[in-house]
């Protein structure tokens, strides 16, 4: 599916806005534009189908929860789906100044590096601190439903039992692949240690991939965090856990800076 450019003037048009020019951007889901108007830049996002704009929903209900929190992601403009401009549903936020960490990380000195984590650390600590009543997946910033990860299941009143489901559903990826003989070692030592987490765990929001594509900085300072597709309500350290992978690993003094 791709909009033409009548229909996606015709949105803008019902916003007042008046466009110079539209890119399309690429990327793995979905139909994503670019559009430059007389008031600032934004990103226009439209699903292939009702179901698909489950995200899209999502998100116009998370972006403004998080902005309420101080966490900087981009001001929701329109989220619709009722198919009255145009035959998909379609999202619109503002854009993000700056550029990705992973094309600047490496332009900053060794103490803008260590401050830039401590203050990352702090945006983190932000939403982590947003708390709901259960585990799971929440769509509208206020009740947590089932989770995909965790076989369509949930909610959860404890991180153990969603975090069983969880190991099930992606164990069973490795069913009839090269990887199914670890499917019963792997079980077997989860079942074993189950005690490790057989403890009161507060729910918390989590963004849950924090890669460096997914961070925006302007002036070495944080602008941005974007993504929150994925976001669900979970244990705080399974995002601890994935962001130290993919920042700062290999880098005691990093890692230190961001955990303080």
């Not at 585990?135 to 969603?162: C, H, I, L, R, S």
């Not at 069913?175 to 987490?197: A, T, V």
């Amino acid at each position: 599916m791709v909009a033409n450019d009548d229909e996606i003037r015709t949105i803008f048009k019902s916003l007042d806005l008046n466009i110079n020019n539209i890119s399309k951007v690429k990327t793995l889901a979905n139909f994503l534009v670019k559009v430059e108007t007389d008031k600032g830049n934004y990103f226009l996002k439209i699903y292939d189908s009702k179901i698909e704009a489950k995200t899209g929903y999502k998100l116009a209900h998370l972006y403004p929860l998080l902005l309420e929190n101080n966490i900087p992601v981009p001001k929701v403009v329109k989220y619709d789906d009722s198919l009255e401009l145009v035959k998909h549903p379609y999202l619109i936020i503002t854009e993000i100044e700056g550029q990705m960490l992973c094309d600047v990380i490496e332009t900053m000195s060794r103490k803008e590096k260590v401050s830039f984590y401590y203050e990352f650390g702090k945006i983190i600590a932000n939403f982590h601190s947003i708390t709901f009543d259960k585990f799971g997946e929440t769509f509208d910033g206020k009740t947590v439903q089932n989770f995909t990860e965790a076989n369509n299941k949930g909610p959860f009143d404890n991180w153990k039992d969603m975090h069983k489901e969880i190991i099930e559903f992606r164990l069973n990826i490795f069913r009839n692949s090269s990887f199914e003989d670890l499917i019963e070692p792997i079980s077997s030592w989860f079942e074993k240690n189950s005690d490790l987490i057989d403890y009161h765990i507060t729910p918390r929001l989590l963004h849950i991939d924090l890669n460096q594509k997914n961070v925006f900085v302007n002036n070495n300072k944080i602008s941005g965090i974007i993504d929150f597709d994925g976001a669900f309500v979970g244990h705080n350290e399974e995002e601890l856990m994935r962001t130290e992978g993919a920042n700062f690993s290999n880098d005691e003094e990093l890692k230190q800076s961001f955990f303080e």
